[in-house]
């Protein structure tokens, strides 16, 4: 069973960055998709960023597009978030997840089998 663990999370002044680490046991990184959501209080989870196993493809939501980074490394069984820029609007609990799957990664939710239990990113002055 894949287990995932978030860590990173914090309190950052707007435009500041801040890294996001997954890391992975019961399985390897390289063989799922993995992808990050987020989601802030009385909004439902979205899709911030996922990187496909096959090609290591990866997709972005609009609202962060030149701001967060997501990589893989496979020697560290992790998936990282890197973000750059923050506003507050970017403030959530932000969560990793994974399933299997040879084609490109999904951003929604439900195609995710695995989930982490959630680091709290909080933008403000």
């Known amino acids: 069973q894949l287990q995932l663990v978030e860590s990173g999370g914090g309190l950052v002044q707007p435009g500041g960055s801040l890294r996001l680490s997954c890391a992975a046991s019961?399985?390897?990184?390289?063989?799922?998709?993995i992808g990050w959501f987020r989601q802030a209080p009385g909004k439902e989870r979205e899709g911030v960023s996922c990187?496909?196993?096959?090609?290591?493809?990866?997709a972005y939501a609009d609202s962060v597009k030149g701001r967060f980074t997501i990589s893989r490394d496979n020697a560290k069984n992790s998936v990282y978030l890197q973000m750059n820029s923050l506003k507050p609007e970017d403030t959530a609990i932000y969560y990793c997840?994974?399933?299997?799957?040879?084609?490109?990664?999904?951003?929604?939710?439900?195609?995710?089998?695995?989930w982490g239990q959630g680091t709290q990113v909080t933008v403000s002055s």
């Open positions: 997840a994974a399933y299997r799957s040879l084609r490109r990664c999904s951003m929604y939710a439900s195609a995710y089998a695995y």
């Open positions: 019961g399985g390897s990184v390289d063989v799922y998709a």
């Open positions: 990187i496909s196993r096959s090609d290591g493809s990866t």
